[in-house]
């Protein structure tokens, strides 16, 4: 296919990107006919994926919101994804214009649009990074330039974590970021889970992507609970996203089709 003049050129357009994927799911313009494919096999396979997608985000704006209103002027979103309406700075902006923002994902389609967002904004920045490599983000000079870990900082992980396997040991890789945060700063965690879900609808889902670079790791709400490891979950827990404070009780029925659990926590001490 004919490369886009927007697509870097060290990228593979050849292999669908869940980054990509994800933009489709959204609505987004930023995706390549491969990603579209596999978007569609994975809608196909899982009807209610789109409404996945948006109730996960939808969930990512209430808890931005939240935590503006607890004070939290500091932002560290990993696996950001490509830019959309309602992202993690558009929402802190409007609620608080003195807070900062630092994206981090690995996929250089987001990261080259997260740039092009933001090139006249000295309050976010963006990096191309990989949450299997926490160190290598907390010691970054842009995110240590924009983010004072001496005050509370708000950790997004959202929609991340069911891309990275447990021989990733993901919970020491939150350990890490945790050891880095200030007293009164936040994490905040949704991923895929398979509760409820059907068999067939799994094992269909797996399969589509498989064909990228993250293969899936669907996981129970015990395990995400216990990602919060040091956090003192804020009510009301982890729950499926649309059930994570609902701007109204018709937006939080039939909460189990959004297949995404969430919760925000916060460190004490």
């Given at each position: 296919m004919q490369r886009p003049d927007w697509a870097p050129d060290d990228i593979d357009i050849e292999r669908p990107s869940v980054a990509r994927m994800y933009d489709y799911y959204l609505g987004g313009s930023h995706n390549f006919a491969v990603d579209r494919a596999a978007a569609r096999a994975m809608v196909e396979a899982v009807?209610?994926?789109?409404?996945?997608?948006?109730?996960?985000?939808?969930?990512?704006?209430?808890?931005?919101?939240?935590?503006?209103d607890q004070g939290v002027r500091q932002f560290l979103d990993i696996g950001s994804g490509i830019p959309t309406v309602g992202n993690v700075h558009e929402v802190a902006f409007r609620a608080?214009?003195?807070?900062?923002?630092?994206?981090?994902?690995?996929?250089?389609?987001?990261?080259?649009?997260?740039?092009?967002?933001?090139?006249?904004?000295?309050?976010?920045?963006?990096?191309?990074?990989?949450?299997?490599?926490?160190?290598?983000?907390?010691?970054?000079?842009?995110?240590?330039?924009?983010?004072?870990?001496?005050?509370?900082?708000?950790?997004?992980v959202v929609a991340v974590l069911h891309f990275v396997s447990d021989g990733d040991r993901p919970a020491d890789l939150?350990?890490?970021?945790?050891?880095?945060?200030?007293?009164?700063?936040?994490?905040?965690?949704?991923?895929?889970?398979?509760?409820?879900?059907?068999?067939?609808?799994?094992?269909?889902?797996?399969?589509?992507?498989?064909?990228?670079?993250?293969?899936?790791?669907?996981?129970?709400?015990?395990?995400?609970?216990?990602?919060?490891?040091g956090f003192e979950l804020v009510e009301p827990g982890v729950v499926w996203v649309p059930q994570w404070r609902p701007e109204t009780a018709e937006s939080a029925e039939n909460a189990e089709r959004a297949v995404f659990l969430g919760g925000v926590g916060r460190l004490g001490g």
């Open positions: 009807p209610d994926a789109p409404l996945m997608a948006q109730a996960n985000r939808a969930f990512m704006r209430r808890a931005v919101q939240y935590l503006t608080a214009p003195d807070a900062r923002v630092v994206y981090i994902d690995v996929d250089p389609v987001a990261v080259a649009h997260s740039r092009e967002i933001l090139a006249d904004d000295d309050r976010a920045t963006v990096i191309q990074e990989d949450l299997r490599h926490p160190d290598r983000i907390l010691a970054h000079p842009d995110v240590r330039g924009l983010l004072d870990f001496s005050q509370p900082v708000a950790v997004l939150l350990r890490t970021l945790r050891q880095a945060l200030a007293p009164g700063s936040y994490l905040v965690l949704s991923q895929a889970s398979d509760e409820g879900r059907d068999e067939a609808q799994r094992v269909e889902a797996e399969e589509v992507y498989r064909r990228t670079d993250n293969p899936l790791s669907v996981r129970g709400r015990a395990e995400l609970a216990a990602f919060f490891d």
